[in-house]
């Protein structure tokens, strides 16, 4: 097992091999309860075509075994309808496995509120990485870009870049062909565009040293060195709350908080009193309005 998950991660660091497997393994649903009367058939081919188009298409150079494959969960809810137009949201979630254990992490959480397109029984499903295409394969391909990632930060040092560089592409062909995609179209920056923005800034870098810190050097180690691992899970803590000096209120600590909250209680739970003063007080600090629930620390 050890030997196994050393030599994934050297593949991830050097990205030489060639692709042999697909790298995700999403589970994908649709729900449709507030649209009824709707064809099903017509959807349960959508959500078909989307766990396709996630789990066949090779996202990367890199060679997965089927085991090492990036589970995810997708999940499209329909809100409205007006002819072949639809509305809703998306909520897109990714883990990773803790090395040498069972246990596998919460990457993001992600809702994304701003999903709408067009869908008929005459629909193909289209995408192309350098030109739009349609809106729903365009955000189901920035997600996937952006959890990658995020996924192989958490391996080596910035090593999502291309990842991101190719979500920063597909904003670009997008901005226009939709909600959620522009800069200007969202008043509390909360939308895909910012998402990426907040993400690759030079500014808030720490971001992305946060899970490599976080997950290779801090999770990964608790198996062997509690104490250790615990201690950088700190110093990466600390990296957040060093972008909330700079800059408070992003919107990707909030998404982070929200997907990291519980984990980082239960981290911090056993560890010396001291310890889990200074967690409380920096958690608190980057999530104000769940204060209570860090207050479990004390």
Request: proline share 2%; with cysteine.
């Amino acid at each position: 097992m050890k030997a196994r998950h050393t030599l994934f991660v050297l593949l991830i660091c050097c990205c030489i091999l060639p692709t042999r497997a697909q790298e995700l393994l999403a589970h994908v649903t649709i729900n449709t309860k507030s649209i009824q009367g709707e064809d099903a058939s017509l959807f349960t081919r959508l959500e078909q075509d989307l766990t396709t188009f996630l789990n066949e298409r090779r996202w990367t150079n890199l060679t997965f075994k089927q085991e090492e494959r990036i589970k995810c969960n997708v999940q499209l809810i329909l809100d409205g309808k007006n002819g072949d137009n639809y509305s809703g949201h998306l909520v897109f979630q990714m883990s990773r496995p803790v090395f040498n254990s069972t246990y596998t992490s919460n990457l993001l959480t992600i809702q994304d509120d701003d999903v709408t397109f067009t869908y008929s029984n005459s629909q193909g499903f289209d995408y192309d990485d350098n030109s739009f295409m349609w809106n729903l394969s365009a955000i189901m391909g920035f997600y996937a870009n952006l959890f990658l990632g995020i996924y192989f930060d958490s391996f080596s040092p910035l090593g999502g870049t291309p990842f991101f560089n190719q979500c920063q592409n597909i904003i670009g062909y997008s901005q226009n062909q939709g909600s959620g995609w522009a800069g200007n179209d969202s008043k509390s920056k909360r939308n895909r565009y910012w998402l990426w923005e907040n993400i690759t800034n030079p500014s808030y870098v720490d971001f992305r040293n946060f899970y490599y810190k976080y997950h290779r050097l801090g999770m990964d180690v608790l198996s062997s060195n509690l104490t250790g691992g615990v201690g950088t899970v700190m110093e990466s803590l600390k990296l957040l709350q060093e972008i909330n000096k700079t800059k408070s209120n992003l919107y990707f600590t909030s998404i982070l908080m929200t997907s990291k909250s519980a984990e980082l209680i239960n981290v911090f739970s056993g560890a010396p009193e001291a310890q889990r003063h200074e967690a409380q007080s920096i958690l608190t600090q980057l999530d104000p309005a769940n204060a209570n629930k860090y207050a479990k620390l004390e």
